[in-house]
Nanobody, 120 residues
Framework: QVQLVESGGGLVQAGGSLRLSCAASGRIFSVNAMGWYRQAPGKQRELVAASTSGGSTNFANSVKVRFTISRDNAKNTLYLQMNSLKPEDTAIYYC??????????????WGQGTQVTVSS
């Protein structure tokens, strides 16, 4: 089994910054794509930013320039640096990872989510 544990959420004023972390652990052979998604109340879950194991990244238009995604492949950890936060960034942020386990099977896993609240 594979676990994703997120941390770093919290309450911040508009214009502030937060850094989210997501650590993958368990029966991991390799971690492929990793990404951050968010879900605001009454809205669908949406992709915020994603990173492949090769270092390619993509971002939602609403967070480009403000957010940076990075990963430490040696630690199977994904980061999201969020700057210039806006109230509309308020949501539960979820980490997702596509993991190849010790049986060479690829599966998608989700973290439990971390709340980010941006006050105006």
């Amino acid at each position: 089994q594979v676990q994703l544990v997120e941390s770093g959420g919290g309450l911040v004023q508009a214009g502030g910054s937060l850094r989210l972390s997501c650590a993958a652990s368990g029966r991991i052979f390799s971690v492929n794509a990793m990404g951050w998604y968010r879900q605001a109340p009454g809205k669908q879950r949406e992709l915020v930013a994603a990173s492949t194991s090769g270092g390619s990244t993509n971002f939602a238009n609403s967070v480009k320039v403000r957010f940076t995604i990075s990963r430490d492949n040696a630690k199977n950890t994904l980061y999201l640096q969020m700057n210039s936060l806006k109230p509309e960034d308020t949501a539960i942020y979820y980490c997702n990872a596509v993991v190849q386990d010790s049986a060479m099977t690829y599966s998608s896993y989700w973290g439990q989510g971390t709340q980010v609240t941006v006050s105006s």
